[in-house]
């Protein structure tokens, strides 16, 4: 059996102005508590990490402590493994996260997400209110906090997308240079012993060029743009400060 179709809200205070003023925020929080209070843990996505702590530091401040962390990509793993673990026990009433929770991690029985700000993306806001409800019966349950008119703008063409069942179009690139080069560096570096290698510690380059062609966006590589790019890994960019970034 499907998970019933997620049960979205985009709730604003009653005056949203451009810039938005202490009265404002404190009608927020004042929301955010009573949300948080009628259910058994919330998780909140935030757009940057400064409102990850100031959000986190606020509803410490109304709920208590040991009830709220936060959670973003410049805490140390224990840290974020801490907090992950104590939302997964049941420990946490509200974890207040940025896009690092975006990254499989397994935090168990979520009742409400919550989407401060506009997602700026329907495929990156549906994952995250899909974390909540997460069982076969279950119905996934968020609420968007637009905090501008231009947010709330975006929130609701957001849930007018969501409505027709509309997801943003998936770009595949082309040839990107910067990706191939890193994977260049690291088939190399980690020597994998493919039938294609020549010699003990190194990749045959027609070997090396038939393995990229394999890849869909590098069907079309040229073997001078492969050789020019192989080139400059060897020798560098130059600079006023000489030749740097060299990799014989």
């Not at 990254?103 to 329907?122: E, W």
């Not at 088939?187 to 090396?208: I, M, P």
Request: glycine share 8%; net charge neutral; hydrophobic share 40%.
């Amino acid at each position: 059996m499907l998970r019933s179709p997620p049960h979205i809200l985009v709730t604003t205070p009653e005056s949203l102005y451009l810039l938005l003023s202490s009265e404002v925020w404190d009608e927020l929080y004042r929301r955010l508590v009573q949300l948080i209070e009628t259910h058994d843990t919330t998780l909140v996505f935030v757009n940057t990490r400064r409102l990850s702590e100031r959000l986190a530091l606020a509803l410490t401040d109304r709920l208590g402590e040991g009830l709220v962390s936060s959670h973003h990509g410049s805490m140390s793993k224990e840290h974020r493994h801490n907090a992950e673990q104590k939302l997964k026990d049941g420990k946490l009433k509200v974890l207040v996260a940025t896009a690092s929770m975006e990254l499989g991690v397994d935090v168990g029985s979520v009742d409400l997400v919550v989407q401060f700000s506009s997602p700026k993306s329907i495929a990156k806001f549906l994952p995250r209110v899909g974390r909540s409800g997460h069982s076969v019966l279950g119905t996934p349950k968020g609420i968007l906090f637009p905090l501008t008119r231009d947010d709330l703008a975006e929130c609701t063409a957001l849930l007018n997308c969501i409505a027709q069942g509309q997801l943003e179009k998936i770009l595949m690139p082309e040839k990107p240079m910067d990706i191939l080069a890193q994977q260049i560096v690291a088939e190399v570096a980690a020597n994998s012993g493919s039938s294609e290698v020549s010699g003990e510690d190194s990749w045959c380059l027609d070997g090396l060029y038939k393995l990229f062609l394999g890849a869909w966006p590098y069907r079309d590589l040229a073997r001078s743009e492969f050789n020019e790019l192989v080139k400059m890994l060897s020798n560098g960019y130059s600079t006023r400060l000489g030749r740097l970034g060299a990799m014989p």
